[in-house]
């Protein structure tokens, strides 16, 4: 008898057959990395959260149109992208998700030291460096150093070129470099 | 800026060749100014990985709902065989369709020497047909009547010559039993006769 670590692929081969089981299992692997970008998207948890049900749910409507289980994470945060921006572009519902009292997400705009910062200190600044990105900016960050995606995958998901993928992540990492990796001269400009 | 021959961010992000990576490597070794830069992009993902995951709120998962599940039909028609099936049932049809009895309207055609000569047989050949018809189960009746009749015979005919055998053997067997109980009968006659004693009971 061997022994091996149940692969998301045969998960999703047994939950697209209509098994529930196997997909909740694949819900559980990856709820939490969705919810996650969902929430450095939307800045709100409760948001996150519905919105990551509804992704969960597509998912499971649409996964018998997935031919390649290895491009699962891709199809899955395509869905999440979406289903994300749907959301977005309804201005009065992004209005009041932001306002909404004990679910915002954002820290405001933590001024860094010029010192050695500690963790919660860098996380705090981390996420103010995050508002001062645009969506898109945000969204390829996120991507790239929190979900580990490749500009290949990346291109996929967000349905452009791999070539603007590049252009977001290296523009968004010029803004976080002068917030978190202040040069003593880029300091001084941003203090004056 | 930086005057590495390559973008310093793919070398950063891997998105170099392994050649153009040795490439960036040694210049970085000789250049101060790109070797900062390197840290400072560094220092940036270290920084943003230090903002830890957030755990979701409630966990997510789903159950089985029958007013969500689809039919039994839908189950059958999303499943793998669909197409097979609609080829054989298209086949099927096509079958079923051929299969069918036509009407087709009857052709008229102008009366020709040739058509009533041909329709005057096809009336003959009717005729025969139906007196062939009519005929033939009384003929057949008739002869095996008479083949009935002639057995019958054949077997009276037989049985009485059978009959008459054994009575004459019959006859014959009577005689002979007769002529034997004749001669018995006179042996004890003689028998009889000869033993006779014809003196009175007491003087023997």
Not at chain 1, 41 to 58: F, Y
Not at chain 1, 72 to 98: C, G, T, V
Not at chain 1, 141 to 149: C, D, E, N, S, T
Not at chain 2, 64 to 89: H, I, T
């Amino acid at each position: 008898m061997i022994l091996r670590e149940v692969e998301d692929r045969d998960l999703i081969a047994i939950a697209q057959k209509g098994n529930l089981e196997a997909f909740n299992q694949l819900v559980s692997r990856w709820e939490k990395r969705v919810f996650n970008y969902l929430l450095r998207l939307v800045r709100n948890r409760e948001d996150a959260l519905d919105l990551t049900q509804d992704v969960m749910m597509k998912a499971y409507q649409n996964l018998r149109k997935l031919d390649d289980a290895g491009r699962f994470a891709p199809w899955l945060f395509r869905i999440a992208h979406n289903e994300a921006y749907s959301m977005l572009r309804k201005p009065q519902r992004e209005k009041d998700s932001i306002d909404e009292p004990g679910s915002s997400y954002d820290l405001g705009d933590t001024p860094v030291s010029g010192g050695r910062m500690l963790p919660v200190e860098t996380a705090i600044a981390v996420a103010a460096a995050l508002t001062r990105l645009s969506e898109e900016q945000r969204e390829a960050v996120v991507l790239k150093v929190y979900q580990g995606f490749k500009f290949e995958e990346m291109s996929e998901i967000l349905e452009c070129p791999v070539s603007t993928v590049k252009s977001r992540v290296y523009s968004a990492f010029e803004i976080l470099k002068d917030v978190l990796a202040p040069t003593s001269a880029s300091y001084k400009e941003r203090k004056v | 800026m930086n005057c590495a021959p390559f973008d310093l961010r793919d070398y950063f992000f891997g998105e170099l060749n392994a050649t153009e990576a040795k490439v960036i490597e040694s210049h970085v070794a000789n250049c101060e100014g790109c070797r900062t830069e390197l840290d400072r992009l560094d220092v940036t993902r270290v920084a943003m990985l230090e903002l830890p995951p957030e755990e979701v709120p409630r966990r997510i998962s789903f159950v089985s709902d029958k007013v969500f599940e689809p039919s039994l039909w839908q189950r059958f028609w999303q499943s793998g065989p669909k197409v097979g099936f609609a080829s054989a049932l298209l086949i099927f049809a096509g079958l079923l369709v051929n299969a069918l009895p036509r009407q087709t309207a009857p052709v008229v055609q102008p009366l020709t020497a040739t058509n009533y000569s041909s329709i005057i047989n096809a009336r003959v050949q009717e005729k025969v047909q139906e007196e062939v018809a009519k005929r033939l189960p009384i003929a057949v009746a008739q002869a095996v009547s008479s083949v009935e009749q002639q057995d019958t015979v054949r077997l009276t005919s037989a049985v009485a010559v059978v009959e008459k055998k054994y009575k004459v053997q019959r006859e014959e067997d009577m005689a002979a039993m007769q002529a034997t109980l004749d001669v018995w009968q006179r042996k004890l006659s003689r028998m009889y006769l000869a033993s006779y004693d014809p003196s009175p009971v007491g003087s023997r």
